[in-house]
């Protein structure tokens, strides 16, 4: 007997694949692709799928598996640190957002009520959407990144009371008063267990269970974690991706978080797909076509006032004005939560039939627009800051907490303090290496200045700053965040004022290579390259290629660009030779036992490479190394004899070591 649902499956998947492969032929980004797939399955053009209201369950599972994963690889640290985005940005861009909608609203008619419903509708932003494309692009823990995650979870705490504001609108008397204070004292209990189970009830579990060695129990234990806390916010009148976001940092403080993150990626990557995919479905193209100039109109007016509002709310953070328009960029779509909002307004009568449909059709095509939106951000970004407008808000307002204005010269300038910087700035300390610190996060910019480090706050990208930073006179300038078109702006620009300085950048990207020398880079030090130069050097090691040769094979990988990893392979003979005539050689070290065979004897007496194929390379004795020993040389009880051979002749010469058994 056929089961529908999965008949839908084989649909949504093959045609998935179809649509996925096309928009990879033309550079469009996956989440359009998934978008697409729904228009085009959904019921309002070909009408393939049928079991829609399952692939809206399914779709839910994603929504809480993505926000789960970003929690994971965030933390409540990491939380306290975008606090000001979440308490004061999160509040201004709701607020302006929601009386700009208001306005706009009553200009074309509508009751006061409708009005307001339609601000709340505008306020929000896709958090699904954006979180994955930030993700995607490795930009959750960027300046913008960190901001527009703190707007986005203000707006999923939010929700909560514009559903509960909903009847107030259209005058049904209600005791919204209790209702709030009951869900802030849910709202409190709910974070008070979270954090008591992230502190002691969490990391015990995970431990029990990792012991066990079992993976599937694992897994399972993580999924629970996840829809647990997710079902429990959602009971209190939370959102479940608040709930899944919270599950996720919960996780994040345990040890077991990267092997958590490595199970749940598949199953995020296919069911977040659904979410995408039942967005789509939504979009009714006959009702498009009919009306395409006020849709038009209506898309291009909430990109263009939420982008300048949502940008408004991050400069009151005092960040730059390039942060502030790729903020205000990825937050100008309408979300998945205005979805639900509007299905409460619609059974209280606050819309009608045609304004419904406009408002889905509307708010999907900002969607769909959000990934090129976020594309071209940088580029934008880079246009406005052409304006004439004033330093102070190209720059920030931060940059008034500036060092002492005497930066010696021949220094290094590190942008960027996240790890790799503060070890960078660590290792200049302790060879005596004058440097200065560029770093866009204000908390640790106050932090670490009062700790006595020479870092100020600004944008790297921007020439002043690196005029500030004396770049002029600076020797070494090493570029390490993790924004991969600031770090080009970066490298073009110190060229640009520096031709002399050694330009040292690191990058995630394995295709920035190429564009951050051509833009001047001296050297660029990929992460998963480096990683593999140092797993080959290991292996080298064990199969004894002289030290020699490994050091003038990576020498040579990381002189040509990393060619020979990148696919372009120039075989070495030296190393081909000394594999094929080592491969079968081990080394081993043996303790001489006090009435072993061999303790008091010499090397040249017991024959040991003639008689038993075993080759004693050093031999250790108490705190002293002894290579290359000479066959006259007697072996004593307690000597740690490193010896080379194949693994037969190794385990077969074994008793030599070692005391006589007894019978």
Known sequence: MPVPILTDLVIIFGLSIVVLFICHQLR??????????????????????????????????????????????????????????????????????????????????????????IGFLVSLSSTAIVLKLLQERAEVDTPHGRTSLGILIFQDIIIVPMMLLVPLLTGVSENIGLSFLILLAKGIIIISLVIASAKWVVPHLLYQIARTGNRELFLLSIVLICTAVAWLTAQAGLSLALGAFLAGLIVSETEYSHQALGNILPFRDVFASFFFISIGMLLDVDFLLKNPGIIALLTLGVLLVKALLAGSAALFLKLPLRTAVLVGLALCQ?????????????????????????????TIITMVATPLMMALAPRAAEFILLWPLPQRLKLGAHLQETISKSIP????IIVGFGVNGRNLARAAKSGGIPYVIIEMNPETVRRERESGEPIFYGDATREEILKHANIKEARVIVVVINDP????????LARGLNPRAYIIVRTRYLQELQSLFDLGADDVVPEEFETSVEIFTLVLRKY??????????????????????????????????????????????????????????????VELRKKYGVTVLAVRRNSQMLPNPEPDMQLLPDDLLIVMGTPDNLSDSTWLFKNPEKN
């Open 28 to 117: 469009v980004p996956v989440t359009v692709g998934f978008i697409l797939t729904g228009i085009l399955a959904g019921p309002h053009l070909l009408g393939l799928v049928k079991a829609v209201h399952e692939v809206e369950i399914l779709a839910e599972i994603g929504v809480i598996l993505l926000l789960f994963t970003i929690g994971v690889e965030f933390s409540f640290a990491n939380l306290l640190q975008i606090r000001q985005s979440v308490l004061l940005a999160g509040p201004i861009q709701v607020a302006a957002t929601c009386l700009a909608g208001l306005f706009l609203a009553l200009q074309v008619g509508k009751t006061m009520g409708e009005a307001v419903f």
């Open 334 to 362: 309408v979300g998945e939560f205005s979805f639900i909002l509007s299905k409460v307004g619609q059974s209280q009568g606050l819309f009608s039939g045609d304004s419904y449909q406009l408002f889905l059709d509307a």
């Open 409 to 412: 010269g021949d220094h290094l």
């Open 485 to 492: 078109a600031a770090t080009r702006r970066i490298v073009s």
């Open 544 to 605: 004894l290629v002289a030290k020699e040769e490994i050091e003038r094979f990576v020498t040579e990988v990381r002189a040509d660009g990393y060619l020979v990893l990148r696919g372009i392979s120039r075989e070495s003979d030296a190393f081909r030779d000394g594999l094929r005539h080592l491969h079968d050689f081990e080394i081993s070290t043996f303790r001489l036992s006090e009435r072993a065979p061999l303790a008091g004897k010499s090397l040249a007496q």
